[in-house]
């Protein structure tokens, strides 16, 4: 072929394409009530139906020639990346390894388009091709076909095939890194929550739970755990928990299971119901049900039996302490402040006091200050005088206040620890004493 009839070939390859593509979306950006400026040449006029279907029959190197063919084009970056997916779309129906090779070449370079997509703005228009035969897409990832663009691929496969058959991702889970596990768990989720795929529940269950821990969490397998419709067993559902003996991934799973199914009870209730039970299945049950509990009535109760059960791992989350501002924000504050004074004073515990007394001591500078008075000697005594000094610079602007409380922290390493924290705020806002 000559020179000249290699030219004509490309710019009619280019013509085409940007008729069948780059025209298309500008008339309906227009009919949207949004006129682009076109950044090519030239402007191309509407192709007719059978010119735009023309496209549909090039071959694999006809691709290539026109993805080579839009370097010489003039576009804007929103025009640019719109007729190359065009292009890639149809290329992937002939050669998807080819048009993949082609969109990794120009993924990096997004041009600020993409910048919280670690994928770029082409390799989503696989997805479609993707989702319809997963093996494919599969066996490109497990060969690593395309160097270390295969890991931004991968991402895309995954989203793909969790909307179009979450069980072949699911049974791949043991196959991937450990940093995709999580993100594959995840779409298996997302994807059975929106009845993706028509897999169930129980299904995705089965094959996460013949993973190892390592590979699936108990909290990971506890996304794929529903009550049975209908009344629930608690027998059963108990006889269960202890059939399971050593296994404490899923003993954690069962019991929160059953925690969810006593959700609403009564504290005292629940004690009574979860006794005979093993000391690690009573503290996720527990858990289970002060986590999701909507009566502030409560949670003080469900609290104390996390204590009892000295769960002290779920005393140190960020749930317990929401919770617990929960019931004081309710007009509770002082009972949550006392119930925190029952604390055993351990090191798990000296943040959660701290949180749950400050709504009490942040509320009201007077009333807060005549409780401290009347607390024992001790640790919790002297951290609540020191969170009141906080609340009273932080939220009152009150250093008299602040200086009152100082004055009566009785371990002197802990003041100093205190006073260097009223000094930080003295030199934030620039207060002088008068």
Not at 67 to 96: F, H, M, N, S
Not at 99 to 105: M, T, V
Not at 291 to 299: A, F, G, H, M, Y
Request: aromatic share 8%.
């Amino acid at each position: 072929m000559s020179r000249k009839s290699h030219a004509v070939l490309v710019a009619s390859h280019l013509l085409v394409l940007s008729a069948g593509g780059f025209i298309a979306w500008q008339s309906a950006d227009r009919d949207a009530g949004g006129p682009e400026t076109v950044g090519t040449k030239e402007k191309a006029a509407r192709p007719s139906a059978t010119v735009h279907r023309a496209a549909k029959a090039w071959t694999g190197s006809e691709y290539a020639r026109a993805w080579k063919a839009l370097r010489e084009g003039i576009y804007t970056t929103r025009e640019r990346v719109r007729i190359q997916r065009d292009l890639l779309a149809r290329w992937a129906e002939v050669d998807l390894a080819a048009a993949i090779e082609a969109a990794l070449g120009e993924a990096w370079d997004s041009d600020g388009m993409a910048e919280s997509d670690p994928s770029g703005p082409l390799l989503d228009v696989f997805s479609e091709v993707l989702a319809s035969n997963p093996q494919q897409g599969w066996d490109m990832i497990r060969g690593r076909q395309f160097g270390v663009g295969t890991g931004m691929l991968r991402r895309v496969w995954m989203e793909a095939v969790g909307r179009s058959d979450p069980l072949f991702l699911a049974n791949r889970v043991a196959e991937l890194s450990w940093r995709d596990r999580p993100v594959a768990i995840g779409i298996c989720h997302a994807a059975v929550q929106a009845g993706a795929g028509g897999v169930t529940e129980g299904e995705l269950f089965g094959v996460f739970s013949e993973l190892p821990p390592e590979m699936v969490s108990a909290e990971q397998l506890m996304e794929f755990t529903s009550l049975p419709a209908g009344e629930v067993d608690l027998t059963t559902m108990k006889q269960e928990v202890v059939r399971l003996g050593d296994d404490d991934r899923m003993v954690r799973v069962k019991a929160n299971l059953l925690g969810r199914a006593l959700a609403g009870n009564p504290a005292e209730a629940i004690a009574g119901e979860i006794e005979d039970l093993p000391q690690a299945a009573r503290e996720e049950i527990v858990w289970a049900v002060f986590r999701d509990s909507d009566k502030p009535e409560n949670v003080l109760g469900l609290a104390d039996l996390l204590v009892d059960e000295e769960a002290w791992g779920k005393l140190e989350q960020r749930e317990t302490v929401q919770q617990l501002q929960k019931v004081a924000r309710t007009g509770a504050a002082r009972e949550v402040a006392e119930w925190a004074m029952t604390l055993p004073v351990r090191k798990e515990t000296m943040d959660l006091f701290q949180h749950a007394v400050e709504p009490f001591l942040a509320g009201n500078l007077e009333a807060s200050g005549r409780w401290l008075n009347e607390l024992p000697d001790g640790v919790w005594r002297d951290l609540a005088y020191a969170g009141f000094s906080q609340a009273a610079l932080d939220v009152h602007n009150n250093s008299r206040a602040s200086r009152w409380a100082l004055n009566r922290i009785g371990d002197q390493d802990f003041k100093s620890e205190a006073e260097d924290w009223r000094s930080q705020w003295e030199k934030r806002t620039g207060w002088t004493k008068k």
